[in-house]
């Protein structure tokens, strides 16, 4: 699969990134670090990424120029979602459980 660059008349747009994204990874990789219940698949972790920032009012950033005042989510609000997020991909999984 190719990745998406996103661009508009020319001008690429990759280097303008939503600030969750780093965030939501690193509170992943702290919370599923010890959990054994959870599968660990590629397609739960991806789903619970895709539930979590979708959860999360974007934050997006430009390497130069913007400056947004409004805040963006504090790390209890990250880890509040990315735990939810957790619970919906461990009891609604996308894939068949293996028994």
Known sequence: ??????????????????????????????????????????????????CAMSRLRAHYLHRVSIVLKRPPPNDLEIREEVCAAIEVVRLRPNHASVT
């Open 1 to 50: 699969m190719q990745m998406y660059n996103p661009e508009v008349l020319g001008v690429s747009l990759r280097h303008i990134q939503n600030r969750q994204e780093r965030r939501v990874c690193e509170v992943m990789t702290a919370e599923l670090a010890d959990d054994e219940d959870f599968c660990g698949c590629t397609l739960c972790i991806e789903d619970v990424y895709a």
